[in-house]
């Protein structure tokens, strides 16, 4: 133990660590103390004594890219294991105090921004010191943030294949075939899938948690979309569908939250299409007092705050 801790008098302090995890995050000295509220001599400084004590170049400007070495790299990736296990301690320690306030971290994936304000709106109301932050990506940001550590819970629909994941399938997820509200097909009752996928469809990008589901069902029925455009958000897919550019699948919740002024919802065979939202989290990551509170809200009330009159009924 004395030797780890004569080691660590030769790695820098853990304050230049965590500047050095936020200048390669931020990818700029400038952003990174902006982020922190410090002035970029202050942050350049730390950072130089830290190579100076490490006796390595950590960083270089390329033009006006910040490149890091392989050392740099390499102390990068420790650090934030070594902040890691700062953060985990005080959550423990927190648990130990009894403590009921603090900060709860969410990371969802565009789809879920619709709704999970709802859930968050109803627990923060029991919790009015809590401190929650939030944060919306595709569903390649949102893997990325849980690979990394750095949120307390995640929401999928499709989540990536890890041991470590823990899920909780807390609401169903229906994807309804739409239409504009002129459409020929608005005039059927009962639509074949073979039909509707004659019709220019508006897919969502490849890799969302919507394309997987979708590009599976029509796998599964063996039909191939005469897709027309690939589209990077539900919004921007709902407009497109309103301008008459063609027809697609989304979500229920995209929907009923998002508004349905000038698209109707399809009556087409196999669908809609069943899939389930997921609460994520790291097992290995130890669970404050607050996040301990809302996974026991969530599996208890979370699907009651989406009553039936929110949902559109296909025939």
């Known amino acids: 133990m004395l030797n780890a801790y004569r080691s660590h008098r030769h790695i820098g302090s853990v304050r230049q660590l965590e500047l050095l995890v936020v200048v390669y995050e931020q990818g700029s000295i400038t952003k990174a103390a902006q982020l922190l509220h410090l002035t970029q001599p202050t942050v350049s400084m730390q950072l130089t004594k830290l190579a100076q ?7 270089y400007s390329s033009g006006k890219t910040l490149r890091f070495t392989q050392a740099g790299m390499l102390v990068v990736e420790e650090a934030r294991e070594i902040l890691r296990r700062f953060e985990y301690l005080n959550i423990r320690l927190d648990k130990l105090k009894g403590v009921q306030t603090g900060e709860l971290s969410l990371a969802v994936v565009t789809t879920a921004q619709y709704f999970i304000p709802h859930l968050v709106g109803e627990f923060s109301e ?30 999928f629909s499709h989540p990536p294949e890890d041991p470590d994941l823990e899920l909780i399938d807390f609401l169903p997820n229906r994807l309804l075939a739409i239409a504009p509200e002129r459409h020929p097909l608005t005039q059927q009752t009962a639509i074949s899938l073979a039909e509707f996928s004659r019709y220019p469809f508006l897919m969502r990008e490849t890799g ?13 029925h063996q039909i191939t979309p005469n897709v027309r455009m690939t589209i990077e958000s539900n919004e921007a897919i709902k407009h497109a569908v309103i301008s008459g550019l063609g027809v697609s699948i989304l979500s229920e919740h995209t929907l ?17 299409i069943q899939t389930q939202w997921y609460l994520v989290r790291r097992k290995s990551r130890p669970m404050s007092p607050i996040a301990e509170r809302f996974l026991s809200y969530v599996k208890q009330q979370g699907s009651q705050l989406f009553t039936s009159d ?3 009924v296909v025939s």
Request: proline share 3%.
């Open 256 to 272: 009923s939250y998002g508004g349905l002024s000038g698209l109707s919802v399809l009556s087409v065979e196999h669908l809609p």
């Open 310 to 312: 929110q949902q559109f």
């Open 53 to 59: 004590t490490l006796g390595l170049e950590l960083y």
């Open 208 to 220: 969302s948690g919507t394309e997987h589901a979708v590009s599976d069902f029509l796998a599964e």
């Open 126 to 155: 029991q919790f009015p010191e809590l401190n929650i932050t939030f944060k919306v990506g595709n569903r390649a940001q949102t893997i990325e943030r849980s690979v990394a550590d750095e949120d307390d819970f995640y929401v």
